[in-house]
């Protein structure tokens, strides 16, 4: 999906519709030999058929001297955006004139040759590296949103009810709201907003997560699956988590046993021999204590005997 078209910076819809508008207004009766020698090979080349011949050099036209306008400007405007709109115009031309050659890369390449011949007005590269093929579902929303903003300009910018604007309005945002674009939703919703305040309720800017893509069937299922998936797997880790941890405390509790119960024990020895030794070292002491007291009043009274 070419998800860029649509960029909300520097806007391909309306900025560079505007820009190409007035840039290729008059150049259809432009009577440049050069140019016109350029889009003769290019529409041979494409091999366009000769009842649209005349109607593809003019459009052709068009395209060269916006690509010459967006070389020249390529300092002061924003490329991408500006070669994305390009390469949406020359695919729609191609398709509108049922050109042989379908992709926008190969018919580009072909406008440059054609360019380079002497003769010929030369056609700018400055897109190169930005124009690629586009999907049928992204070819016809962009040519309808070109075809909102041609119709709303037409209209003097007004886009009143019952008018070709507001259908062209209505049918995008209920044919496409599923479209995984959030650029395309977010246009939508401005253009609502700033020229169509008198509708409330249609079309309100969706979030990311409510645009569902086409293919989001399979994800549901997948989704669902998971729903069921995940709690089991989380209560399944739980109770393993749970039985590890009761066999973590057992296994603890072990080593407890066999190693701190033995500790005290000999703890509890060390501190009765302490105490036995204390109780001898005591006794002793009193005895000679004892010994050295009857000495002494033995010796006192042998003196008091003597005199």
């Not at 150049?27 to 058929?49: E, P």
């Not at 086409?214 to 749970?242: D, G």
């Not at 509890?268 to 007291?293: E, G």
């Amino acid at each position: 999906m070419y998800h860029y078209l649509l960029t909300t910076r520097n806007h391909i819809f309306p900025t560079f519709l505007y820009i190409y508008d007035f840039i290729t207004r008059n150049v259809s009766n432009n009577v440049d030999h050069k140019l016109g020698n350029t889009c003769n090979i290019i529409a041979s080349n494409l091999q366009i058929n000769g009842y649209y011949k005349g109607m593809f050099i003019s459009n052709c036209k068009e395209l060269i001297s916006y690509l010459e306008y967006i070389n020249g400007q390529k300092e002061f405007i924003d490329i991408k955006p500006s070669c994305n709109y390009f390469n949406f115009k020359l695919k729609a031309a191609l398709e509108y004139y049922d050109c042989s050659v379908k992709s926008t890369k190969d018919a580009y390449e072909k406008m440059i040759s054609a360019g380079e011949i002497k003769q010929n007005k030369s056609v700018s590269n400055i897109c190169v590296n930005y124009v690629k093929d586009l999907d049928d579902i992204t070819v016809s929303i962009l040519e309808k949103l070109n075809k909102l903003y041609i119709s709303f300009i037409k209209n003097k910018n007004i886009c009143s009810p019952h008018s070709n604007c507001y259908d062209i309005y209505m049918e995008l945002s209920e044919n496409y709201k599923n479209w995984n674009n959030i650029s395309f939703h977010e246009l939508l919703y401005r253009f609502k907003e700033e020229n169509m305040k008198y509708i409330i309720t249609v079309n309100p800017l969706p979030k990311k997560s409510e645009i569902i893509d086409c293919s989001s069937s399979k994800k549901t299922r997948i989704i669902i699956l998971a729903s069921y998936i995940v709690p089991i797997s989380i209560l399944t880790i739980i109770f393993f988590l749970h039985k590890v941890r009761n066999k973590f405390n057992l296994f603890i509790y072990k080593i407890y046993c066999s190693f701190l119960q033995p500790l005290a024990r000999m703890l509890s020895n060390i501190m009765n021999k302490k105490n036995c030794h204390k109780l001898n070292l005591r006794d002793s002491f009193t005895t000679t204590h004892n010994n050295l007291i009857d000495d002494k009043f033995r010796m006192s009274y042998n003196s008091l005997d003597y005199n």
